[in-house]
């Protein structure tokens, strides 16, 4: 579950989940390891009284919102549109026909742009959604882990795959399927991380709240 100021929650034998698959099936029906009465209690507060359940300041709370901001949506972006529009430009241009043809490139800013769209939906999945769902993706259990990685699968697919199709567009590039591979990679992790009991909302939430969950 999320920190609180209570600490009477822990519970030592349930912080570790055992990898060992079968455990895992057995999880799937036990949903009375889930305390769900506490979980849409801290749902609620989530919505009316955010500190309750967190306990941290209002300077902490300006430096998530400030990380998102600078790191995840700036600094990445302009390391990935770096990367795309190098990529496009040095490896998919199609080869000019002749010499009197124009040749086209595809601008940094474009590339950045393209970045900035493709965040929006992935934002809105892991930063707005994920919010009102953290309660649950933060539990112990096989089910909130399935349901976490699901969550950040789609969110990087859908990003990855909004990038292809700004780059798709342009009449001068080609095998731009090249910008699909990364879901490809991410299919093929997610059933790893899975099994192997990693959860992805548990993990960031132990980076900006410094706290084990």
């Not at 209002?58 to 795309?84: E, K, P, R, Y």
């Not at 769902?133 to 909004?162: D, K, T």
Request: net charge neutral; hydrophobic share 50%; charged share 10%.
């Amino acid at each position: 579950m999320l920190p609180t100021v209570s600490k009477t929650r822990s519970s030592p034998t349930a912080s570790r989940p055992n990898p060992m698959f079968p455990q895992y099936l057995r999880r799937i029906v036990k949903w009375q390891q889930m305390d769900i009465e506490y979980t849409f209690w801290q749902m609620l507060h989530l919505c009316t009284a955010p500190k309750v359940v967190y306990d941290h300041s209002a300077a902490h709370a300006v430096f998530v919102v400030i990380s998102v901001l600078l790191f995840h949506f700036l600094l990445a972006g302009v390391f990935l549109a770096t990367c795309c529009w190098f990529s496009t430009n040095a490896y998919l241009r199609e080869e000019a026909p002749n010499s009197h043809v124009v040749e086209q490139r595809v601008e940094w800013l474009y590339a950045f742009d393209v970045h900035c769209n493709s965040f929006f939906p992935m934002f809105i999945m892991l930063y707005v959604i994920h919010y009102f769902l953290s309660p649950i993706l933060v539990a112990h259990g096989f089910i909130p882990e399935l349901l976490s990685n699901l969550l950040f699968v789609v969110a990087a697919s859908y990003y990855h795959y909004l990038n292809f199709l700004g780059y798709d567009v342009l009449p001068f590039l080609e095998r731009t399927t090249f910008f699909l591979y990364p879901i490809g990679v991410v299919i093929i992790l997610s059933p790893i991380l899975i099994l192997s009991g990693f959860n992805p909302s548990r993990y960031f939430m132990n980076i900006y709240f410094s706290q084990r969950l």
